[in-house]
């Protein structure tokens, strides 16, 4: 029964302390993985990266340094297993350079520190065959021993560096790595001072990593979510610079950019131009303010309708008509002018009219050319006595007057 066999698997299945300890030390290990995973997603940042690669050095490490039997070619006093012990040791150590110099904020660190963070994984990888050697020669050794004390003091003036330029991360991983790098401290004390091995550095290796694991997720989340911040911020701002490249500053109507953009995504049925009539004269009577409120009314009820309203002069603006009736859509915007102005504007002791080119769209013509072309069916229109509106086909052709003047 499935229920005696599994009995029987726990009756021979040895369980200790220690091997609790490992199981544990392994999943907290793996949780800042699945936890960088799920930012990395969201926000692909190297910082990440290198933590993972780091977390996944040490849940080896943990499995290499533990009683589990890894096949017949890693057992426990085997050279490979010694081999493999040593590499992934450096690895953590070599992997330390690479991700503080990627969390930390830009600028945190001066130049030279920056560079020598980098280098410490080719520089510690040089040095690794130290520990695999039998009887390794003394400067050798020395020369591994030295370089060890040097990333130690390196990673510790890093961090000092950059929590006196005031970098938060700095001081998530300074607290973070307290306890391992004073681990570390006592370890080479032993080896260089004492020459003799640190018999409790695996049981302080591991608390110093769960610690270090905690505060290391907790600094990352707390940078994760300020660079999520600022990504947020910048893509917020791109969108409104993107949004005034793109609008009028008087009218809040589209500029000749949007025009020509909104053309480009829909294509419509025609392209209208309007002008207002006797604009000079306005300004000359007024002043300029008066010339300003004008075209901000005549903008606002050219943007009552469906059609596309865009400025693209002084006193000009430019429409995307998409209708089954291009041309009487314009001429109801067109004579929708005078009323509104007069409801905005009552202190104005004339009525204000527009004049309008309209063309209709033929297949492969484009918005400059139709633009053009309402451009010449504008200026007929003025010359016909203005307050009107005037339609020609691209090529040429006239085809109506759709009104006449006042």
Known sequence: MPAQAQSSFAVGTPLDWSGVLTGAFLGFLLLPVFYNIAFFVILRERFLVWQMARVLALVALTISLSSLPLGPWLTGTSFA???????????AVAIVGPFLRSILEPGMVSRPVFRLLGWQPWLVALTTPAMLIDRCPPLYLALRNGLLVSILVL????????????????????????????????????????HRPFDLFLYALFGALALEMLLTSIGIGDRFMRLKREHDEARASAGLLEQI????????????????ARFA????????????????????????ACGDAVIVAVAGALNAGDAFAARVGGEEFALLLYSDQPWLELEWLRREIPGHVARVLPELDRAITA??????????????????????????????????????????TPVRAVAAAA
């Open 81 to 91: 297993r010694a081999v493999l012990i040593n590499v992934l040791f450096d690895c």
């Open 265 to 288: 995504a829909r294509r419509p049925r025609a392209v209208a131009i309007v002008d207002i009539d006797h604009f000079k004269a306005i300004n000359d009577a007024f002043g300029h």
């Open 355 to 396: 004049s309008a080119g309209i063309t209709a769209l033929d297949t492969g013509v484009g918005f400059a050319e139709a633009l053009k072309a309402a451009d010449l069916n504008l200026y007929l229109a003025k010359a016909s006595g203005r307050n009107r509106s005037l339609g020609m086909r691209p090529a040429g």
């Open 245 to 260: 490249a793109q609008t009028d500053a008087l009218t809040g109507l589209p500029n000749r950019r949007a025009i020509e």
């Open 155 to 194: 990673v510790c003036f890093a961090l000092v560096q950059a929590i006196a330029r005031g970098s938060r991360a700095a001081r998530f991983q300074a607290a973070g790595w307290s306890c391992l790098l004073g681990v570390c401290g006592v370890s080479l004390f032993h080896d260089i001072v004492l």
